[in-house]
């Protein structure tokens, strides 16, 4: 059964950093692009990053845009989502999705999504 169990989330401070991780249950990395998307209370679903199959691209929001990451060293096995200077507004269930459409590069339109995890919560608060 293809799956994504997503882990990391926390409760942080504002400033501080926190790495998510996305597990693939059932298939590899380079078969499917990999989505994060969040979701804050009374908001609608976000599409933060994303990393493509192969070649890795990466795409990321204006509002995590420098502040975000994924980190390509270990791609192959787990994506991370890398979260450093991190505000009140990042607060809210994070997830990760996986899209085996095959297209080159990625999206952060969630529609485009097959598999989606549980979601892990993040709250930045002091």
């Known amino acids: 059964q293809l799956r994504v169990v997503e882990s990391g989330g926390d409760l942080v401070q504002p400033g501080g950093s926190l790495r998510l991780s996305c597990a693939p249950i059932?298939?590899?990395?380079?078969?499917?692009?990999i989505g994060w998307f969040r979701q804050a209370p009374g908001k609608e679903r976000e599409g933060v990053s994303c990393?493509?199959?192969?070649?890795?691209?990466?795409s990321y929001s204006d509002s995590v845009k420098g502040r975000f990451t994924i980190p390509r060293g270990n791609a192959e096995k787990m994506v991370y989502l890398q979260m450093n200077s991190l505000e009140p507004e990042d607060t809210g269930v994070y997830y990760c999705a996986a899209d085996f459409s095959g297209d080159r590069g990625c999206s952060r339109v969630a529609d485009v999504y097959h598999y989606w995890g549980q979601g892990t919560p993040v709250t930045v608060s002091s």
């Open positions: 990393i493509s199959r192969i070649p890795k691209h990466t």
């Open positions: 059932g298939f590899t990395l380079d078969q499917a692009a």
